[in-house]
């Protein structure tokens, strides 16, 4: 059932509404069912979460009589960047991720915020899906803080992703969705893949699977998930950075996803004037590729690669 979460007027005649589809059970009270919530498209130059939108949709609508409890999906939490394909909020020259929990009495932009924290109180789960941004390719990867390990660690083990990433609690912002929903007291993850502006269906496919066995785990799905494999577990200080030295187009020479030995070669940077290698990028470790650039244009301390160093941390 198509609902509005939120509407704000707009110059023109025009109207700015966040929506929502609820799958429910075709039958009985909705009352004290648990409820996970979708919530993508906050940045509007991100455009995985609305395949994964339409992916868990299809798989429900197929299997509707083994729908026990609620699933909200939100694909367009900023309607007006996923409509002009960009990151923030036209007009209010405001990244939507920054202005959580927002509040009833603020301007448009927070007010909105705030209409959609309400509308997600209540829910067992929130799993808010980002992508990356052009330059960077990335894993299928849950982002938590560590103040909400305990927590959320169980949940995310779920989501079918490659890597769980946990941050030191300095790294992450408090106006962020996630922050204020897990400050509120509502679990919320934070999911991460593929690249700005483009769809990776093999990443999507990998996370609705997921999605699956954690409806099944809150009780809000009955019916068969496929096998879950185990993700590799990280803290913040095992993770290296790698950067250019300089301007140039950088060729990967790894693929994402692999492992890579120390001083392997992950790209270069070359000089289309001159025809030369201006820099070789080597492993600096043992590790995990799990960041990869994707757009070849770089200057200097532009970010190549993340590289996962050692072992799991869990």
Same mark, same amino acid.
């Given at each position: ?9 707009? $110059? ?25 919530? #979708? ?9 995985? +979460? ?7 949709? !299809?798989? #429900? ?13 939100? $694909? ?8 002009? #394909?960009?990151?923030?909020? $036209? ?6 991720? !920054? ?22 109180? %209540?829910?067992?789960? @929130? ?6 941004? #052009?330059?960077? !390719? ?10 909400? @390990?305990?927590? *959320? ?23 962020? *969705? ?6 509120? +007291?509502?679990?919320?993850?934070? @999911?991460?893949?593929?690249? %700005?502006?483009?769809?990776?269906? /093999? ?6 699977? +997921? ?7 809150? +009780?809000?799905? /009955? ?23 300089? $301007? ?13 030995? !120390?001083?392997?070669?992950? %790209? ?9 290698? @201006? ?12 960041? *990869? ?8 301390? /532009? ?12």
């Amino acid at each position: 059932m198509l609902q509005t979460v939120v509407s704000a007027a707009l $110059p023109v005649h025009e109207r700015l509404s966040i929506r929502k589809n609820r799958l429910a059970p075709a039958t009985g009270d909705l009352l004290g069912l648990p409820r996970l919530c #979708i919530v993508t498209g906050t940045h509007g130059d991100e455009l995985e +979460g609305q395949y994964v939108c339409y992916e868990l949709q !299809r798989r #429900i609508h197929e299997q509707a009589e083994h729908l026990t409890g609620i699933v909200d999906i939100y $694909p367009a939490a900023n309607p007006l960047g996923l409509d002009t #394909i960009t990151r923030g909020i $036209p007009m209010f020259d405001l990244d939507m991720n !920054r202005i959580f929990p927002g509040g009833d009495d603020g301007p448009a932009a927070e007010f909105l915020a705030h209409a959609l924290m309400e509308d997600l109180r %209540g829910a067992a789960c @929130v799993v808010d899906i980002h992508a990356s941004n #052009i330059f960077l !390719r990335e894993v299928p990867q849950v982002r938590l803080g560590e103040n909400t @390990v305990d927590r *959320l660690l169980p949940f995310a083990r779920l989501l079918n992703t490659d890597f769980i990433w946990v941050h030191a609690g300095a790294t992450v912002l408090e106006a962020t *969705l996630a922050y204020s929903l897990n400050a509120a +007291g509502i679990p919320a993850l934070v @999911v991460e893949m593929g690249i %700005g502006l483009r769809l990776t269906p /093999s990443f999507g496919n990998q996370l609705v699977d +997921g999605l699956l066995a954690l409806m099944a785990r809150l +009780g809000v799905w /009955s019916g068969e998930t496929a096998p879950i494999k185990p993700p590799i577990e990280s803290v913040d200080g095992e993770v290296a950075l790698l950067s250019a030295e300089g $301007p140039g187009m950088f060729i990967p020479s790894a693929m994402l996803g692999t492992q890579v030995e !120390r001083g392997a070669l992950i %790209g270069e940077i070359v000089d289309p004037l001159r025809g030369e290698v @201006v820099q070789r990028v080597t492993a600096p470790g043992s590790g995990w590729l799990f960041t *990869l650039r994707e757009y070849p244009a770089c200057y200097a301390g /532009s970010m190549l690669a993340r590289i996962l160093l050692g072992g799991a941390a869990f």
